[in-house]
T-cell receptor
Framework: DVKVTQSSRYLVKRTGEKVFLECVQD?????MFWYRQDPGLGLRLIYF???????EKGDIPEGYSVSREKKERFSLILESASTNQTSMYLC????????????FGSGTQLSVL | GQNIDQPTEMTATEGAIVQINCTYQ??????LFWYQQHAGEAPTFLSY??LDGLEEKGRFSSFLSRSKGYSYLLLKELQMKDSASYLC??????????WGAGTKLIIKP
């Protein structure tokens, strides 16, 4: 069974803390993505990567960075967490092709106090 | 700008049929997706349309009209487990995915 695993289901952090969200996929997918999901809004793309050591900014990269040192792992970093980064964070992966169906992790609900 | 519109919430009865609409305005078109997301869970892929017409997959069907910027997801023989949010997403000419806010479907016995 294909799997995208996010390290934490719930996370509570303080303003100004550095936060790491980890995502691992076991499908040998080239493409990996980080989205945030907020009530009443569509998924918004933060960063994506099409290969190891490669990263591209999405629609809302401000305040975030990413790391992809290995093909299966894509990390999202909040350098200095702020309250407006309280959100559900979803990691996804896909294999390049016409359809590029996304496989999502279960999400990390991050609360920044 | 680019946007995807879908109803915020719909209610239907177990055993019935429901149609969830999605209209889009994007810079170009390279496919439309429907995903299902149960509360507290990951979205899962349901369907993909790139040509006009109806794609049927069991109890679920998805329709696309590119000239009208319109799609719908049709769910037949509704079951309680179909209670979920349904997300519409369009891939634009830059191969970026533009997402709707989702439609929360409530199934009543």
């Amino acid at each position: 069974d294909v799997k995208v695993t996010q390290s934490s289901r719930y996370l509570v952090k303080r303003t100004g803390e550095k936060v790491f969200l980890e995502c691992v996929q076991d499908m040998d997918h080239e493409n990996m993505f980080w989205y945030r999901q907020d009530p009443g809004l569509g998924l918004r793309l933060i960063y994506f990567s099409y290969d190891v050591k490669m990263k591209e900014k999405g629609d809302i990269p401000e305040g975030y960075s990413v790391s992809r040192e290995k093909k299966e792992r894509f990390s999202l970093i909040l350098e200095s967490a702020s309250t407006n980064q309280t959100s559900m964070y979803l990691c996804a992966s896909s294999y390049p092709g016409e359809v590029e169906e996304l496989f999502f992790g279960s999400g990390t609900q991050l609360s920044v106090l | 700008g680019q946007n995807i519109d879908q109803p915020t919430e719909m209610t239907a009865t177990e055993g019935a049929i429901v149609q969830i609409n999605c209209t889009y305005q994007t810079s170009g078109f390279n496919g439309l997706f429907w995903y299902q997301q149960h509360a507290g869970e990951a979205p899962t892929f349901l369907s993909y349309n790139v040509l006009d017409g109806l794609e049927e997959k069991g109890r679920f069907s998805s329709f696309l009209s590119r000239s009208k910027g319109y799609s719908y997801l049709l769910l037949k023989e509704l079951q309680m487990k179909d209670s979920a949010s349904y997300l519409c997403a369009v891939k634009n000419s830059n191969y970026q995915l533009i997402w709707g806010a989702g439609t929360k479907l409530i199934i009543k016995p």
